[in-house]
């Protein structure tokens, strides 16, 4: 099974601040004869579903604000909130999907400095 | 728009079976050639994939679940089900269901019911 590690665990960033939150994956996800990265990064509230937020390591999604942003490519990832808002509160999971069993980081907490 | 709802009993026995439905709407599980998954999130912790399955029947499971998991469908009703045989306490979790954005089996998740919260308690 692939190992997604997430770190920090929790981060508090002040408004208008950067957020980075980093995803390792224990093997690359890299897939060479396509080129692309099978990692994919969520956005979960309370009491919420995660939702889908950046795929393919850094395509966001439709609707999704450009202040996310993802990169990184093979076993290190990022994803970075370039000037935090308060809606952006949430526990933030990535997932790689290069095989199966999928496997999910377990998740970091951003809040409010 | 697809919309997904899982359904079914939010409390179960210990040892008992957990049985979800989850209902899928503004999309057809047969023509849409999406796998549709099961994921279980424990209480205040991480995700956890359980399995899919695709239209043609094909599953597949989470080695650590497989001995105890069945995912089915029926096409007819555009549902597919999740059964969970012998639970304990650390099955006790929110039950999503979601589909998978790309058509192919290792696949991100774009869609996502709810949640069901299910506790394993006698």
């Known amino acids: 099974d692939i190992v997604m590690t997430q770190s920090p665990d929790s981060l508090a960033v002040s408004l208008g601040e950067r957020a980075t939150i980093i995803c390792k994956s224990s093997q690359s996800v890299l897939y060479s004869p396509n080129n692309k990265n099978y990692l994919a990064w969520y956005q979960q509230k309370p009491g919420q579903p995660p939702k889908l937020l950046i795929s393919w390591a850094s395509t966001r999604e439709s609707g999704v604000p450009d202040r996310f942003s993802g990169s990184g490519s093979g076993t290190d990832f990022t994803l970075t909130i370039s000037s935090l808002q308060a809606e952006d509160v949430a526990v933030y999971f990535c997932q790689q999907y290069y095989s199966t069993p999928l496997t999910f980081g377990q998740g970091t907490r951003l809040e409010i400095k | 728009q697809v919309q997904l709802q899982e359904s079914g009993p939010g409390l179960v026995k210990p040892s008992q079976t957990l049985s979800l439905t989850c209902t899928v709407t503004?999309?057809?599980?047969?023509?849409?050639?999406?796998?549709w998954s099961w994921i279980r999130q424990h209480p205040g912790k991480g995700l956890e994939w359980i399995g899919f399955i695709y239209y043609s029947g094909t599953t597949e499971y989470n080695p650590p679940l497989e001995s105890r998991v069945t995912i089915s469908v029926d096409m007819s009703k555009n549902q597919f089900f999740l059964n969970v045989r012998s639970v304990t306490a650390a099955d006790t979790a929110v039950y999503y269901c979601?589909?998978?954005?790309?058509?192919?089996?290792?696949?991100?998740?774009?869609?996502w019911g709810q949640g069901k919260l299910v506790t394993v308690s006698s």
């Open positions: 979601a589909r998978g954005r790309e058509q192919q089996p290792s696949d991100y998740f774009d869609y």
């Open positions: 503004g999309g057809s599980i047969f023509n849409d050639g999406h796998y």
